[in-house]
């Protein structure tokens, strides 16, 4: 043990002396709660911003899908740059990238100026997103580094929660066109998160001198982008198929590449473990399940049923607070009986509380109906996250879980982008078959306008709820397949 800890503390002390740790700590958790309460924040603000930029229903999911496109492509490479060019290097200029792209956000004075914002936020987010519990581990040795994540995923659970109850209270008091504030006050957490990492790091050298796979993270972006480009153009009524043929082909040269190339960004052979693959593909379930509610709901009972901002951020609370409360005991749990059961388990509950969502939904009552079907929803992703975790990391050699971390991150941050795109395309079908005169999200006041909405978000809600029980099923599946055997990629 003493061999190991040695190395370990001598990496710790040249890379931050101890007295500046706090530093480093307080940079690291300022910086993921950016980019954590940038996700929930815009579920809120969106009527406001649609609203405010005359955006078109189409334009509202890229002001969310241009940063995420951005972020779920390029997030395995950012955690490569810096292994490759230094950790604290690419983290403070993914913070930097934000920060900019934060006030561009502010300022947008059209759409188009606002979904460009918004990719270029999404680039910053994927330098600076690894790096925040990475730069942790360089800063602390092995024996303080424990209570250090601690720490940060406490800070980070609270700032999130706060996130979509500050831009509530900030739409429904100041009032909707102050929505702006709401990614303006990203700027001075910014250069505060900036200002600690620059005097606390001392020493920010390279770990690797792997080459970066940027064909594998050209690719990618092309391929996703193509899917979502193409969703949105079929919504449109537009020639969809070029775009959706050249985000298939992409995709398909990126699995090619990444087989070849002997530096992966996302290393295949790890998918070979009946584990590890089902582990991901209940990942990617449930968060394109949550994000398309995240996304849809706002639309819905914001515009439509006129709830305020700060009434609907109570639709998320629950996950946040029972994410919070039963991470450690799920996780204990977890230990015991094993991962998979347990998963198994939040996915059934978080698929109840969807298919709840849906039944009401027509009902159109928001605290007495919606919000009980919510805090069920957030009850079963308390129950899913911890394990979900465990169930990549176990899956494969600890010398990879950095890896098989990153992977497991980019297919839930794909699963969003995807799930807004293809759950976009529900809704407008939806809302034009039971005959809504104006555009699923706007404001209006008309019984067949509110008919059409409630419908739209009922299928979604529907189609979340199956989702959901899919992955649960998934997990059992490669369970019994697998006889029960624990093997490590």
């Known amino acids: 043990m003493a061999d190991t800890a040695a190395p370990q503390s001598s990496a710790a002390l040249s890379f931050c002396a101890p007295e500046r740790r ?3 700590l307080i940079a690291a958790i300022l910086a993921s709660s950016l ?3 940038d996700g929930t924040v815009v579920s809120i603000a969106l009527p406001a911003m649609r609203d405010s930029l005359g955006a078109s229903f189409a334009q509202a999911q ?59 936020k999404g680039v910053g987010a994927a330098l600076m997103v690894p790096g925040s519990l990475a730069i942790i581990s360089r800063a602390y040795p092995a024996e303080d ?8 995923a406490a800070a980070s659970a609270v700032t999130t929660a706060l996130g979509p109850i500050i831009g509530g209270l900030v739409l429904t008091f100041a009032g909707p066109e102050f929505w702006r504030w709401i990614f303006a006050v990203n700027l001075p957490l910014g250069l505060i998160a900036l200002t600690m990492l620059k005097r606390s790091v001392a020493r920010d050298s390279q770990t690797q001198s ?93 515009p439509v049923w006129g709830i305020t901002p700060i009434e609907a951020s109570a639709a998320f609370a629950p996950l946040s607070v029972f994410i919070s409360l039963l991470s450690a005991r799920v996780g204990r749990l977890a230990d015991r009986v094993g991962a998979v059961p347990v998963i198994a388990a939040g996915s059934f509950v978080v698929a109840a509380g969807y298919l709840g969502v849906a039944l009401t939904t027509p009902w159109a009552v928001f605290w007495s ?42 297919i839930s941050r794909s699963g969003s982008l995807l799930g807004i795109a293809i759950f976009g395309l529900v809704a407008t079908a939806v ?59």
């Open 431 to 489: 809302y034009a078959s039971v005959g809504g005169e104006l555009s699923f999200g706007a404001a209006g006041d008309s019984a067949t306008h509110a008919q059409a909405a409630n419908a739209a978000f009922a299928r979604i809600a529907y189609a979340c709820a199956a989702l959901c029980a899919l992955g649960g099923a998934l997990m059992l599946v490669a369970s019994r397949k697998a006889g029960g055997r624990r093997t490590t990629a």
């Open 35 to 37: 980019s954590f309460i």
């Open 22 to 24: 706090r530093g480093i």
């Open 145 to 152: 580094r424990g209570r250090a994540i601690g720490i940060w």
């Open 210 to 302: 792997q080459p970066v796979d940027w064909i594998g993270a050209t690719l990618a972006t092309i391929g996703l982008g193509g899917l979502a480009f193409g969703l949105t153009a079929l919504q449109l009524g537009g020639a969809a198929l070029p775009t959706l043929g050249l985000g298939l082909a992409a995709l398909t040269c990126f699995i090619l590449h990444e087989q070849r190339t002997p530096a992966p960004m996302m290393p295949l052979t790890l998918f070979s473990n009946r584990q590890f693959a089902a582990a991901n593909a209940a990942t990617l379930c449930v968060y394109t399940a949550l994000a398309a509610v995240m996304f849809y709901l706002p639309q819905t009972i914001i």
């Open 62 to 120: 890229w002001f969310s899908n241009a940063y995420i496109l951005m972020l779920s492509a390029l997030i395995l490479t950012g955690g490569a740059l810096g292994d490759r060019f230094g950790l604290a290097r690419i983290f403070g200029l993914g913070i930097a990238v934000f920060i900019a792209g934060s006030l561009a956000t502010a300022l947008a004075p059209d759409p188009s100026t606002m979904i460009a914002a918004r990719a270029f």
């Open 369 to 410: 109906a919606t919000m009980p079907a919510m805090a069920l929803v957030g009850l079963g992703m308390g129950i899913i996250v911890a394990p979900l975790s465990a169930a990549v990391m176990g899956a494969v050699d600890p010398a990879r879980s950095g890896v098989a971390s990153g992977i497991n991150n980019a």
